[in-house]
């Protein structure tokens, strides 16, 4: 910060100072190093409108003093017109490709050792080989030209030889400095991957799907795409970022001795190089430093699809030199693959606890991510569209670690002829769990099964609900005994809990004969409830506690609610469209009329025709009189409120009246209450009052 408002405070004398050059000299060097901070260090300096201050300082001076505009100023990030093509440009040192241990086993990493040892005339019991172990970035490797520090030119590994010139893109890449650190060399050449971090990709691709846009099948085909896009400015806008791994041509550069020591060399000069490395000596180092980032592989936030050893000391190197243009000294060690490609069989769906229907695809089993993968989600229909999958597709199918697999895209050229689209409602109407219908509302994007409380798969999520806190309010009724209770098939429904007997629960895991009394005493307790807790408890989608509350009001009792139709039900203040259809749905499944009737058998009760949360609201005991007209609730309403919260509302004011309610043209009523010193207060006041109570509650 201090450092930061010196520079700031100096800015006013800038043509005092040095004059233009050289602030504008200064601020380059400023932001640069703080572009190095954010990006390269991952540790920011300043502030970003301090930043920004900086950056449109520099944009000033360089529009007043154009002579100013250096090619390494960050202002020139983005720059130059779209091109017809990219040029061609001769790699001095070609772009070589390594050797791929494809055995992902430890025995890939003993394999190459022996190969080094054996080059280089080593016998058994001779000291180890020291090697140099990184990751293997899974993007696209680049070539970056430094002539005296600043960046000249970036191309693409093209076949080796030649390959694309892609500066302009390149230089938009914030991580990549256009001028390097320190004492630079007369020539330079930085070879490394760009790649897509899995955030970045995630969110270009959510964006590129809402702007109806092509997305892409994973980080690093947008990564290949951003970086031939012809059109700089679009490639600005896409995440891109940097690792160094290695050197091209140097000229006026003492190399340091080991690989190791020339990647310390590069981070020092300003560029990216990534934390994890490690020198290791033979081949257990190796197989260790592969099971190591094995473990990590997940936990990175980007992708890797293997590490690379290299033989450490560069005069090793160039002793063990090339076989057809691959080194020697190097070597890649895989992991097994994240994606493959297999057949798509069919399409299932899975029915979650909210009754969502989660696409399945069922799969030729197929070796990904270090298993048999069969199944995948193909998460809702919009995805489904979107990828436009079809059953009897080539798929390309991903599972990196835990995750659950999923279908990334489809083969379109391996298609065989015409596939008809996957339609979720039309193949299932009903769903295939428990035979209720299917709906999916106008803006959503899955499709849910309205079985509720009926349906086995989403027996679980009711049942937790039912006996919330703020619904039922069984106490010990929490996750794991539902499962329990759910899975031995003792609880199928709410019902089912008030069947329960101590012999049943004492056998569960975990459960004494003493919490299976407290655990009947709490579901005994929940018998008498009120309305409104009963409505919520139901598990009506859209419908929570205050709405809830509102139909309890509204009704008075559960028969009318039941009876009510979609606009019946939107007479209920705050009860729209979406909400009434919820409702009306719910109680058209007959399934869910005889969970209901059944629980009113089993002795569940609740005070009906009286307005919930009056026993224990906080206007309970309290007195209030109306007068005057409020500006949006009659009479019938403001009563209303009250009286469900337990108050009371009398015709005259006396002293033991607790509130006034005045609205406008109040007469004698307020100037009753003004000399008898009662709390006066209007519509607003009223709802204070009524939103404090609510939280209470
Ligand atoms: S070294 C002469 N190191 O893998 C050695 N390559 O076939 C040149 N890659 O497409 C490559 N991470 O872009 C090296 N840490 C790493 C790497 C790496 C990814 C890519 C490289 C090329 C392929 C090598």
Known sequence: MDLFDAAGASAGGASSGGGPAVRAAGLRAEIARHDHAYYVLDAPTIPDAEYDRLFRELQVLEAAHPELRTADSPTQRVGGKPLAQFAAVRHRVPMLSIGTETDTEASGAFAFDARVRRALGLKDGEPEVEYAAELKFDGLAISLRYEHGVLVEAATRGDGETGEDVTGNVRTLKSIPLRLRGEAPSVLEIRGEIYMRRDDFDRLNARHAEAGEKTFVNPRNAAAGSIRQLDPAIAARRPLSFFAYGLGATEGWILPPTHFGVLDAIAALGLPVCEHRAVVAGAQGLAAFHARIAALRDALPFDIDGVVYKVNSLALQSELGFVTREPRWAVAHKYPAQEAITLLRDIEVQVGRTGALTPVARLEPVFVGGVTVTNATLHNQDEIDRKDVRIGDWVIVRRAGDVIPEVVAPVVERRGGDLPRFVLLEKFPVCPVCGSHVVRGEDEAVARC???????????????????????????????????????????????????????????????????????????????????????????????????????????????????????????????????????????????????????????????????????????????????????????????????????????????????????????????????????????GLRVLLSETDTNA
């Open 450 to 684: 309205t079985g509720g409380l009926f349906c086995p798969a989403q027996r679980k999520q009711a049942l937790l609900h039912f006996a919330g806190r703020r619904a039922m309010d069984i106490e010990g009724l929490g996750e794991k005994l539902v499962d329990q209770l759910v899975d031995a098939a003792i609880v199928k429904t709410p019902v089912d809990l008030y069947r329960l007997g101590v012999l049943a629960l004492a056998n569960l895991e975990r459960m004494g004969e003493k919490s299976a009394h407290n655990l009947l005493a709490a579901i005994e307790k929940s018998r008498s409830t009120t309305l409104a807790r009963f409505i919520f408890a139901l598990g009506i989608r859209n419908v929570g506690e205050a709405t809830a509350r509102d139909l309890a009001r509204h009704f008075g009792n559960l028969d009318a609610l039941m009876a009510a139709d979609a606009d019946a039900l939107q007479q209920v203040p705050d009860v729209g469209p979406v909400v009434a259809q919820s409702i009306a749905a719910f109680f058209g499944e007959p399934h869910n009329r005889e969970v209901i009737e059944q629980l009113r058998a089993a002795g569940v009760r609740w005070a009906e025709g009286e307005p919930a949360g009056a026993a224990n609201g906080l206007f309970a005991g309290k007195t209030f009189v109306l007068t005057g007209t409020l500006p949006t609730l009659t009479r019938d309403e403001a009563k209303a409120l009250i009286e469900a919260q337990g108050g009371k509302v009398v015709g005259s004011v006396s002293k033991k009246t607790h509130y006034v309610v005045a609205g406008a043209d109040a007469g004698s009523k307020l100037s009753r209450a003004q000399e008898l010193g009662v709390p006066v207060v209007d519509e607003a």
